[in-house]
């Protein structure tokens, strides 16, 4: 954490330093980060994989009962989720990636792409390699790394408190061990499992609908009165009668 709250603090000092210059004029002058460095301006109608790097990012911010494509294209979806999140963070919500909306993802982010309050041994207590799940090792690494960011939007909206995350991704072995179901969304790295904290099981539950998660199950869903599940599976399904969901 305090690795986190230095970085935080310096990114802060780079952006004022830079604002004094005048030196974040364009995109290309915005300071390197050690995860991703954006090299342009990004609107509707760009591609590539810089987009692609943005879209994981604003994963959490595609509206409620919504999930952002990661798929390269700067479409309308792209620039209305890019919108909220400028909004979240104070910035002029115009749907256009430049200097201030980067400057700010660049704090937001550790140096191995993850967001600042996750990493991937949260999201992964079974293994180190991400092996032995329902897709390839690298498969689910980089969907943990979209719930990350998902989880980031929702710890945000939030308040800025801590979210517990208390079950990632999951090998068939490991799954097998804790008595999950054999199809479950741990296995694709793109589940997680909150425990309650700063904030009930309920409000977990309720404020993930707007932060792209198709598969939400909390109180009232069997096996599910001591934690909420967020997923990002193909199709909706939420389940929480006991939170009015």
Same mark, same amino acid.
Request: with cysteine; proline share 3%.
């Given at each position: ?66 999930? !952002?494509?990661? +798929? @390269?294209?700067? %479409? $309308?979806? &792209?620039?209305?989720? #890019?919108?909220?999140? *400028?909004?979240?963070?104070? !910035?002029?919500? +115009? @749907?256009?990636? %430049? $200097?201030? &909306?980067?400057?700010? #993802?660049?704090?937001? *982010? ?94 977990l539950a309720k404020q993930a609908r707007n932060h792209g998660f198709n598969g939400i199950l909390g109180p009232g869903y069997p096996g599910h009165n001591d934690h909420t599940h967020v997923d990002h599976r193909g199709s909706r399904f939420w389940s929480a009668s006991a939170c009015g969901i």
């Open positions: 954490m305090l690795k986190r709250a230095l970085r935080l603090v310096l990114s802060v000092v780079m952006l004022m330093a830079g604002l004094a210059a005048g030196s974040l004029a364009t995109a290309g002058t915005a300071h390197a980060d050690g995860c991703y460095t954006w090299n342009r301006t990004l609107s509707q109608g760009a591609s590539g994989a810089d987009v692609t790097q943005l879209q994981i990012r604003l994963s959490g911010y595609p509206g409620y009962g919504a999930v !952002l494509a990661v +798929d @390269g294209e700067f %479409g $309308p979806a &792209t620039a209305a989720a #890019l919108k909220r999140f *400028q909004s979240a963070y104070g !910035l002029t919500a +115009d @749907g256009v990636a %430049g $200097p201030n &909306t980067f400057s700010k #993802l660049y704090a937001l *982010q550790d140096d191995d792409c993850t967001p600042v309050h996750f990493d991937y041994a949260e999201l992964n207590r079974c293994n180190s390699t991400w092996a032995g799940g329902a897709v390839s090792a690298a498969t689910a690494k980089a969907n943990a790394l979209r719930t990350m960011w998902k989880l980031e939007a929702l710890r945000h909206a939030l308040g800025d408190q801590p979210i517990r995350v208390t079950s990632g991704f999951r090998s068939q072995s490991c799954n097998s061990a804790v008595g999950g179901a054999s199809n479950s969304r741990h296995l694709y790295g793109d589940a997680a499992d909150l425990g309650s904290g700063p904030h009930s099981l309920c409000t």
